[in-house]
Structures are given as structure tokens and as C-alpha cells.
């Protein structure tokens, strides 16, 4: 594994596991409530089925398909519950998963049987690793749920290589939808807002009505129009077709429990990348939207 710049400021234990910690600094690009938020949900979705980390992870792994990359030192950002990294595991040489809440120890008991990763409790700011340390980090659903997601990424892209890779994804703000779908998703917002601040029992008790109540119906309307025409696939929730139940309460927990939440057009991320010294950035044109991929340059400005 890659060798800390630091020593941590504790070392926690998990099923055997030790798990070191980075989480001293005073100032840090993350916020307390999302933070803890997201340790509670990935503690409660801790584990998913082989079935459905694979056809997830198909979906946002699609810009690096067929690729060989069994030589790679990964990092993945922000890992939670660890599904992405047991996804990659067997496909690169090593992994580096970092989080910041204490998801990271549920991941690091879960996924123990991992003999290519090494779990660390860490965020952005404290990224206990050389410049130039990885050939790719992957982060997936992270840097929208923090404060600064372009400084963010600043940070995280100087622990690439040159030539290095970024598998990147952003809530998208909506720019491919018409008026009707974004006019029903800013009424959503409203909603989040208020159920994001309930006690944490109560706050994933109302989550589970909402796909039972609401995820359930619309993917169920949407499967049975798929049976007629593609045009499924511009009604709400249709992403969730070939989705189980579980990872329907698990991302309206996600979406609803989670205080911030942040959303950027395909441009912006665009931006943001090419600020943070990235090229050759190339978008997947299928869902989730936005998730992409990008090389870091050669030559850093």
C-alpha cells in the first residue's frame, strides 16, 4: 500500500481491521451534519448483494470499460459503505479507500475479506498521501455533499499521477430535462429540506415511506411502460428499473436525509475539472448523470 505522510491521530479497530485516522485538522471542506448524516445511512445500508453492486457499478464504471487496469494504485474518495471499492478490487492492484465518517469502519468490518485495500477514516482536506501517489481515484456521489466541491477537487487531483485518471460524479442540475421534471424535482427539494432535519430515527423512517410511497410507484410505472417504448426512460425515477427495493430506500435516504446537497450542469463540472488540471474529459452519455472521466495533465499549470 501507499506509505502515510503522517502519523494518524488514533488507529481504530474493525473486525480485526485497523483503521487510521486523519481527522485533526481545525479547518476542513466538509460539513459536520452531512458528515454524520452519512454515517448513520451507510451504517444502516451497510452491505448490498453481488447482483446489485454490479449492475451499479456497471453503469458508472461504463467510461472505463474493457480497460486493463490491474497495474493501477486506486483511491477511492469517499468510499462509504465500500461498494465501489469492493467492485474495483478485483480489477486494479491496490485500493486506498478513505472516508470521513465512521461509515469507514462499518466498510472496512464488511469488506474485510479485501486483501488489496486499506481502509483510513479521512476527507479531502486530510488526504494522508504524497502529490502524484495514484494512476486513478474514483469518486462517486461524494464532492456535491460538501461545501467547496471545485476546491475539493483542486485537492484531490494533485494525489494523481500525471496521466492519472479521475471517475468522477456530481448531482446533475438538470440541464438535459425539461421544465415539467425539474418544476417536480424543485418541489422534492422543498421536501428534503425539511425531512434532511429530522431526528435521525424518524428522518430514515419517513425516507422508507418515500420509496415505498413514491419510488416504488413511479419505477413500477416506469417498468411497465418500458415493456412498450424507450420513451420509459424520460419519466421520474425510471434510472431505478433494474434496480431492487433495497437500493431504492437507500438512495432516497441519500437524497432526502442529506442536509447538503449541492448540483452542477454538465458545463460546470467541465469547468471545475479543467480548473483542478484535468483533460481530455469525457462524459458518459448515460445515467447517472453526470459521471465522466478525465486525465490529469502532463505537465500541471
Not at 478490487?89 to 461509515?103: C, N, T, Y
Not at 432526502?256 to 483533460?279: D, K, N, V, Y
Request: net charge neutral.
Amino acid at each position: 500500500m501507499i506509505s502515510y505522510t503522517r502519523s494518524p491521530e488514533t488507529v481504530k479497530q474493525a473486525a480485526g481491521k485497523s483503521v487510521a485516522s486523519f481527522m485533526a485538522l481545525e479547518e476542513s471542506n466538509r460539513d459536520a451534519k452531512t458528515v454524520a448524516s452519512f454515517g448513520e445511512e451507510w451504517e444502516k445500508f451497510n452491505t448490498f448483494s453481488e447482483e446489485e453492486i454490479k449492475v451499479a457499478g456497471d453503469q458508472y464504471f461504463d467510461v472505463l470499460a474493457g480497460e486493463n487496469l490491474s497495474h493501477l494504485q486506486a483511491l477511492d474518495l469517499g468510499c462509504g459503505s465500500g461498494r465501489w471499492t469492493r467492485y474495483l478490487s478485483p480489477l486494479v492492484q491496490s485500493i486506498e479507500s478513505v472516508d470521513p465518517s465512521a461509515a469507514v469502519l462499518s466498510a472496512a468490518a464488511t469488506h474485510a475479506d479485501l486483501e488489496n485495500v486499506r481502509w483510513t477514516q479521512c476527507g479531502v482536506d486530510e488526504l494522508p498521501f504524497a502529490d502524484g501517489s495514484f494512476d486513478l481515484i474514483v469518486c462517486l456521489g461524494v464532492l456535491h455533499h460538501i461545501p467547496d466541491t471545485g476546491g475539493a477537487l483542486k485537492k484531490a487531483t494533485t494525489k494523481l499521477k500525471p496521466g492519472g485518471r479521475l471517475l468522477l460524479y456530481l448531482y446533475y442540475a438538470l440541464d438535459n430535462r425539461g421544465i415539467a421534471y425539474r418544476t417536480l424535482f424543485h418541489l422534492s427539494t422543498a421536501v428534503r429540506r425539511v425531512v434532511s432535519a429530522l431526528p435521525g430515527g424518524l428522518k430514515r423512517g419517513v425516507c422508507d415511506a418515500i420509496a415505498a410511497l413514491v419510488y416504488w410507484p413511479l419505477v413500477t410505472l416506469a417498468r411497465l411502460v418500458r415493456v412498450f417504448t424507450q420513451a420509459y426512460k424520460k419519466l421520474p425515477l425510471a434510472y431505478y428499473c433494474d434496480k431492487t427495493f433495497r437500493i431504492m430506500r437507500n438512495d432516497a435516504l441519500d437524497r432526502f436525509g442529506t442536509p447538503l446537497e449541492q448540483r452542477f450542469s454538465r458545463h460546470e463540472i467541465a469547468t471545475m475539472l479543467e480548473a483542478a488540471g484535468m483533460e481530455a474529459i469525457r462524459f458518459s452519455e448515460g445515467e447517472p448523470y453526470w459521471h465522466c472521466v478525465s486525465t490529469r495533465k502532463s505537465e500541471p499549470e
